[in-house]
């Protein structure tokens, strides 16, 4: 996540949506706490000036690998109007500089079919979390560590096509692996970290992540040269279904399952969980984004528009004959990582202090500060609320006066105080009236 | 705060608020967090602190919470004014439930709560008089 300093007002409006309390205004402009961000992209939907912006690869960097495969997010087809067939979308990428492409929804195919074999485990955790969207891994880490083990340890689709389409590449071109850039197309930046710190495996297989509203022009141009006729693999419709929020679970054909969109509605699921309730749930698909991937923010089009577009071609009335040839031959244990991966460790960035005997010296100064603040959470002093100005203040990182309220009380009472003092001149200072004449 | 005063909160409860239901509870959560307690910690003092609060909520009329975190543990006191509980031991078991069918309908008073809030904490200890109230004493070590 990053900050166009030129465009930031100072206004507030990130600051009061970010979910875990990550972002200061100071010195007039945005500041993120990067241990905090988890990356849900909220920060970008929210500002009214665009000044918050993802950092992600454009269409030169492909340049630096002899031979590149696109992978596109199946949110990428809810992009264009339905007379766009998926055949062109792909030939597009192709177009437009790739060498090849490998759709992330057939990935979706195959983690669907692990999924639905783990839920089947008697020995897992219940209700089961997906795994799929980062930036929900990552809010488990930060603010509910007690369901790490919740998440399902399989890789997301997009890692899960990755493997094979670098494998497929190699054997392909003969090329080593480390010179095939294996690019995704995606709807968010949290799927853009992953690229850069990893959240299940080692390290991530992904050479870079491009953004979709950063490719959508090329795209557009490049369609009137595509006329749709090239032979190409395709996923089925419940791979690319997994775009939608309600896609994964009936792709997984889970029973009893949950299905939750929007970070601040996953947040208050997470925490029925936390609180032992919904044991009978099987599964929650938690999606970061309102409406699913095709409302992240890295999307072009109104999510509205999008679903019914995807919708439209999930229920197969677009190509229906295009439909379900998962002809991947593949080694599932090998591509679902479950060997690579690591376990997902807690991300404790809550805690106000290392030391619990000072920590807890923290929190009560927080409290009697909170009892003096007017409540109103206006966030005018740069902390979304009054309750995380109080944690501010009780960690030395502002002071009770950033409160306009504060301020103005103080300079109240600085001001009778000066009306005092001045009436308490020493008399052979008080000019009498006629000591001019 | 002295050396080993530890931080205290207190909450007032109010029977039939459901409105307010588990807000005492999810404060007691966040400071956890911010204290750094370990996580499975917080989980068993989330459980029985929501637990506990939900009785009241359910079947008293009124109720204080105290709440005192120490370094190295959590104690919680809830006091209540209500009907009581009759036979303790009987309260204890697990699916045992005096709650209404309106109550069962919104997914509370399974007869999960005491049992529950017990499997949670290091020490537990209830009393109760019938027609007066019920004061519950939790601790949970970290
Ligand atoms: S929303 Fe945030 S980043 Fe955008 S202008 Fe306002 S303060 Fe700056
Ligand atoms: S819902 Fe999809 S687009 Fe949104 S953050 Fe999660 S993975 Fe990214």
Redesign the pocket.
Same mark, same amino acid.
Do not use: E
């Given at each position: 996540m990053r900050l166009i300093a030129e465009r930031c007002k100072g206004c507030v409006n990130c600051i009061k949506h970010c979910p875990t309390e990550a972002i200061r205004i100071r010195g007039g402009k945005a500041r993120i706490t990067e241990s905090r961000c988890i990356? @849900?992209?909220e920060c970008i939907r929210r500002c009214p000036n665009h000044a918050k912006t993802a950092v992600t690869d454009c269409l030169e960097h492909i340049k630096q690998y002899p031979f590149n495969v696109a992978l596109p997010?199946p949110?990428l087809y809810g992009q264009f109007n339905s007379d766009v067939t998926i055949e062109k979308i792909l030939e597009s990428l192709l177009q437009v500089g790739f060498d090849t492409v490998f759709e992330v929804a057939l990935g979706a195919d195959i983690v669907s079919r692990a999924i639905a074999e783990y839920l089947k485990r008697p020995d897992i955790k219940r209700p089961a979390i997906s795994s799929? !969207? /980062?930036?929900?891994v990552r809010l488990v880490q930060v603010q509910f560590p007690e369901l790490i083990d919740h998440l399902i340890p399989i890789d997301a689709p997009v890692e899960v096509s990755t493997r094979i389409a670098r494998d497929e590449a190699v054997k392909r071109t003969g090329l080593a692996p480390e010179n095939i850039g294996v690019w995704f197309i995606? /709807? @968010? $930046?949290?799927?853009m970290t992953t690229v850069k710190q990893p959240l299940g495996s080692e390290t991530s297989n992904i050479s870079g992540a491009i953004g979709i509203s950063e490719i959508y022009g090329d795209l557009l141009r490049a369609f009137p040269d595509c006329n749709g006729g090239q032979k190409l693999r395709r996923a089925s419709p419940a791979g690319i279904g997994w775009a939608l929020s309600g896609g994964e679970v009936s792709a997984v054909q889970a029973a009893k399952a949950l299905v939750v969109?929007e970070i601040e509605s996953v947040n208050g699921v997470l925490e029925q969980v936390a609180l032992g309730k919904l044991k009978e749930v099987e599964y929650i698909e938690c *999606?970061? !984004?309102a409406g699913? !991937?095709i409302?992240? $923010? *890295?999307?072009v089009e109104s999510r509205f528009v999008a679903q019914y577009r995807m919708q439209q071609r999930v229920d197969g009335k677009m190509n229906p004959d295009a439909i379900g040839n998962l002809s991947v031959n593949v080694d599932y244990a090998a591509v679902l990582g479950g060997d690579e991966r690591r376990v997902i460790e807690p991300r404790p960035v809550m805690r106000l202090d290392e030391d619990i005997s000072r920590a807890l010296y923290k929190v009560e100064v927080m409290e009697d500060t909170l009892k003096r603040l007017p409540g109103l959470d206006c966030g005018s002093c740069g902390s979304p609320n009054c309750k995380a100005l109080a944690e501010d203040i009780a960690q030395g990182t502002a002071c009770e006066t950033d409160c306009l309220f504060k301020l103005r009380e103080k300079v109240r009472d600085l001001a009778r105080e000066m009306v005092e003092v001045a009436d308490r001149l020493p008399p052979p200072l008080v000019k009498q009236s006629g000591d001019e004449s | 705060m002295k050396a080993d005063a530890g931080l205290s909160l207190e909450f007032t409860l109010h029977g039939a608020d459901f409105e307010l239901a588990g807000a005492a509870s999810s404060k007691i959560k966040r400071i956890l967090q911010q204290v750094g307690v370990k996580s499975d910690v917080i989980r068993r003092i989330a459980i029985s602190s929501y637990e506990a609060e939900m009785n009241v909520i359910i079947h008293a009329y009124h109720g204080e919470m105290r709440v005192s975190i120490y370094p190295n543990r959590t104690e919680i006191t809830i006091e209540d004014e209500g009907p009581g509980i009759p036979d303790i031991k009987l309260a204890m078991q697990e699916g045992y439930s005096t709650a209404s069918d309106h109550i069962r309908e919104l997914g509370f008073g399974a007869g999960m709560g005491l049992p529950n809030i017990a499997r949670c904490c290091d020490a537990f200890e209830i009393t109760s008089e019938v027609g007066k109230g019920t004061r519950i004493y939790m601790m949970i070590l970290h």
């Open positions: 990356d @849900c992209g997010a949110s799929a !969207c /980062p930036a929900v995606t /709807p @968010c $930046p949290a799927k969109n *999606l970061s !984004c699913g !991937c409302g992240g $923010p *890295l999307t | -």
